[in-house]
């Protein structure tokens, strides 16, 4: 079979076992896996191309049992804006995605305690204003003028067996921020609004940029205490449990769950 019929050939998926169409495959390691397959993957896996058929089927394995987690998924607060952090806080839990329909996304869901970091980075770019002069030629303002460009990305680090991170921009669209002189003042353009700085300019006070930061802050903020107390807690409960006695029965006692006297449920404190 020549180049060309080997292009055209039709392909199987390794895992369901249908026909792959024409533009359809994803080359596994050592088979093939058709759209919907691929599709059913986790947003956040980006090393199917190495993966084997064997390490793609445990995946979908992990993705389907994650379904059932979702379904149980009570959110107790919501973090971001298009992409959102979604914590359920009663379960030590948390998942990011940007969809409304959680059911059909089937977002994964990481416990607090597998979070491992979080950092969050803005990324600036700057472009000079160029102005037309008499000849119809660009040419610098004096002073310069420039539009400051801000990208903001929240870096989610966890253990899971397939993923190491989760990396998603805050901003839906880049923050804009321009620069222009007016007299000794210096004014920060942001559509119809208008900031002055008086001779100082900082393109980091303006207001899309410390939402964002802000926003940022808040999301690091949440996950790395929410870890913490996770991790407190699972060292408490593996810590030895040490008799007392009970001031109200006189017992010798292991404090339950609750830190209440085994015997008479009285509540023993801390």
Same mark, same amino acid.
């Given at each position: 079979m020549?180049? /060309?019929?080997?292009?055209?050939?039709?392909?199987?998926?390794?895992?369901?076992?249908?026909?792959?169409? &024409?533009?359809?495959?994803?080359?596994?390691?050592?088979?093939?896996?058709?759209?919907t397959?691929?599709?059913?993957?986790?947003?956040?896996?980006?090393?199917?191309?190495?993966?084997?058929?064997?390490?793609?089927? *445990?995946?979908?394995?992990?993705?389907?049992?994650?379904?059932?987690?979702?379904?149980?998924?009570?959110?107790?607060?919501?973090?971001? +804006?298009?992409?959102?952090?979604?914590?359920?806080?009663?379960?030590?839990? /948390?998942?990011?995605?940007?969809?409304?329909?959680? %059911? +059909?996304?089937?977002p994964?869901?990481?416990?607090f305690?597998?979070?491992?970091?979080?950092?969050?980075?803005?990324?600036?770019?700057?472009?000079e204003?160029?102005? +037309?002069? %008499?000849?119809?030629?660009?040419?610098?303002?004096?002073?310069?003028?420039?539009?400051?460009?801000?990208?903001?990305?929240?870096?989610?680090?966890?253990?899971?067996?397939? /993923?190491?991170?989760?990396?998603?921009?805050?901003?839906?669209?880049?923050?804009?921020? =321009?620069?222009?002189?007016?007299g000794?003042?210096?004014?920060?353009?942001?559509g119809?609004?208008? &900031?002055?700085?008086?001779?100082? /300019?900082?393109?980091?006070?303006?207001? +899309?940029?410390?939402?964002?930061?802000e926003?940022?802050?808040?999301?690091? *903020?949440? &996950?790395?205490? *929410?870890?913490?107390?996770a991790?407190? =807690?699972?060292? %408490?409960?593996? *810590?030895p449990?040490?008799?007392?006695?009970c001031?109200?029965?006189?017992?010798?006692?292991?404090?339950?769950?609750?830190?209440?006297c085994?015997?008479c449920?009285?509540?023993?404190?801390?």
């Open positions: 020549g180049l /060309f019929g080997k292009l055209f050939d039709k392909k199987e998926c390794s895992i369901c076992g249908g026909e792959i169409g &024409l533009l359809g495959n994803r080359k596994l390691e050592d088979g093939n896996l058709c759209k397959c691929a599709g059913k993957l986790s947003p956040w896996f980006d090393d199917r191309r190495h993966s084997t058929v064997e390490q793609i089927a *445990a995946q979908l394995e992990y993705r389907e049992a994650n379904r059932e987690k979702v379904a149980s998924f009570a959110i107790t607060r919501t973090l971001g +804006e298009d992409t959102k952090v979604l914590l359920d806080e009663d379960a030590g839990q /948390f998942m990011v995605t940007s969809s409304s329909r959680l %059911a +059909e996304a089937n994964d869901v990481i416990a305690s597998d979070v491992t970091g979080c950092v969050l980075d803005i990324e600036e770019d700057r472009v204003l160029m102005r +037309e002069n %008499a000849d119809g030629e660009e040419v610098s303002y004096n002073p310069p003028r420039y539009v400051y460009e801000y990208d903001f990305y929240v870096t989610i680090y966890v253990r899971n067996p397939y /993923f190491d991170d989760i990396r998603f921009r805050l901003n839906s669209s880049t923050v804009s921020v =321009e620069e222009r002189k007016a000794n003042a210096t004014t920060i353009r942001l119809s609004a208008a &900031l002055n700085f008086g001779d100082k /300019f900082d393109p980091k006070q303006s207001v +899309e940029y410390c939402q964002y930061k926003m940022g802050e808040e999301i690091k *903020a949440a &996950l790395m205490q *929410a870890r913490q107390q991790r407190e =807690e699972k060292v %408490a409960a593996e *810590a449990k040490v008799a007392v006695m001031p109200f029965c006189g017992a010798q006692t292991i404090p339950d769950a609750k830190g209440c085994e015997y449920g009285g509540a023993l404190g801390k």
